[in-house]
């Protein structure tokens, strides 16, 4: 795919609660504002259609079976406006291969290009398994979730993308291995806790896109999602030296900005980092 060497991407803040529909009339919303703003390729948060743990499993089911309600909302909603779309991540109860995963799901970000056909596909690698000091207290993904194991990238409008969710930040040897597929930019959809994002989400950022010399879009889920659930939000765009150019810091809401590839061209070349590697 040939791209211009500047797109305008957007990355999609959320406060999704338990009621699907409802988060699904907001995404619609989100992306409508996302291509009224020039998007060629917009990116939702973690989980921004099924949010509660409990439904998971279901509605990983269903998005497996012949009607699947979110991947055919956003087939559509790219069509429809004309727009690339990384699906966030919803739950997927069949791995890439096809086989049928019987008691839990994948947590899954899906690729939908403007004509709204499904074009990448990747699932979590890294699942969050921690204790947390906030009302919601133990997090363990790997009850619901299988973890994936195939690092995806895929040609887009706004240059090559490589696909990461939330947890993922933190193993930089995925995003090296993003790299060294080519990636120029990198989207993290995500669902930080409060008290991690507040001591971490930035600085982790900063350093996957210095260290990688990506740019790095960062949509998150932002506010209080339910009574035990807040999110850190700080949905973000970080260029490829580090430098945040947008972020929003909490409710729902879109920022967009131009993802300048002969920039990051530029500063490839003039500190080589990637030729400069020993270990």
Same mark, same amino acid.
Request: net charge negative; hydrophobic share 40%; charged share 25%.
């Given at each position: 795919?040939?791209?211009?060497?500047?797109?305008?991407?957007?990355?999609?803040? =959320?406060?999704?609660?338990?009621?699907?529909?409802?988060? %699904?009339?907001?995404?619609?919303?989100?992306?409508?504002?996302?291509?009224?703003?020039?998007?060629?390729?917009?990116?939702? /948060?973690?989980?921004?259609?099924?949010?509660?743990?409990?439904?998971?499993?279901?509605?990983?089911?269903?998005?497996?079976?012949?009607?699947?309600?979110?991947?055919?909302?956003?087939?559509?909603?790219?069509?429809?406006?004309? =727009?690339?779309?990384?699906?966030?991540?919803? /739950?997927?109860?069949?791995?890439?291969?096809?086989?049928?995963?019987?008691?839990?799901?994948?947590?899954?970000?899906?690729?939908?290009?403007? $004509?709204?056909?499904?074009?990448?596909? @990747?699932?979590?690698?890294?699942?969050?398994?921690?204790?947390?000091?906030?009302?919601?207290?133990? @997090?363990?993904?790997?009850?619901?979730?299988? /973890?994936?194991? $195939?690092?995806?990238?895929?040609?887009? /409008?706004?240059?090559?993308?490589?696909?990461?969710?939330? @947890?993922?930040?933190?193993?930089?040897?995925?995003?090296?291995?993003?790299?060294?597929?080519?990636?120029?930019?990198?989207?993290?959809?995500?669902?930080?806790?409060? $008290?991690?994002?507040?001591?971490?989400?930035?600085?982790?950022?900063?350093?996957?896109?210095?260290?990688?010399?990506?740019?790095?879009?960062?949509?998150? $889920?932002?506010?209080?999602?339910?009574?035990?659930?807040?999110?850190?939000?700080?949905?973000?765009?970080?260029?490829?030296?580090?430098?945040?150019?947008?972020?929003?810091?909490?409710?729902?809401?879109?920022?967009?900005?131009?993802?300048?590839?002969?920039?990051?061209?530029? %500063?490839?070349?003039?500190?080589?980092?990637?030729?400069?590697?020993?270990?």
């Amino acid at each position: 795919m040939t791209h211009t060497v500047s797109a305008r991407v957007a990355a999609i803040q =959320m406060v999704s609660t338990h009621d699907i529909d409802a988060n %699904l009339n907001e995404a619609r919303r989100l992306l409508a504002e996302a291509a009224e703003q020039g998007a060629s390729v917009a990116v939702l /948060p973690e989980n921004f259609a099924v949010l509660a743990t409990h439904q998971m499993v279901d509605h990983g089911r269903a998005e497996a079976g012949e009607n699947p309600v979110i991947r055919s909302f956003l087939s559509e909603q790219a069509k429809t406006l004309g =727009m690339w779309i990384v699906g966030g991540s919803l /739950p997927l109860a069949v791995r890439p291969d096809g086989s049928a995963i019987n008691d839990r799901a994948r947590a899954t970000c899906l690729v939908f290009d403007d $004509q709204g056909q499904e074009v990448a596909r @990747y699932d979590k690698i890294h699942l969050f398994d921690a204790v947390v000091e906030d009302a919601h207290g133990q @997090y363990r993904e790997s009850d619901t979730f299988e /973890p994936g194991e $195939q690092v995806v990238t895929i040609d887009t /409008p706004a240059g090559k993308l490589g696909l990461a969710i939330c @947890y993922d930040l933190r193993f930089p040897e995925l995003f090296r291995a993003l790299r060294e597929q080519g990636a120029e930019w990198v989207c993290l959809p995500s669902a930080f806790t409060w $008290q991690t994002g507040d001591a971490h989400w930035h600085a982790l950022i900063r350093a996957r896109a210095i260290e990688n010399q990506v740019w790095v879009v960062a949509p998150g $889920q932002g506010g209080q999602n339910s009574e035990r659930r807040r999110t850190y939000g700080h949905s973000l765009i970080c260029d490829p030296w580090g430098q945040v150019v947008t972020e929003l810091a909490e409710g729902p809401g879109v920022v967009a900005a131009e993802l300048d590839i002969d920039q990051l061209n530029q %500063l490839r070349k003039r500190m080589p980092v990637w030729e400069h590697r020993r270990l």
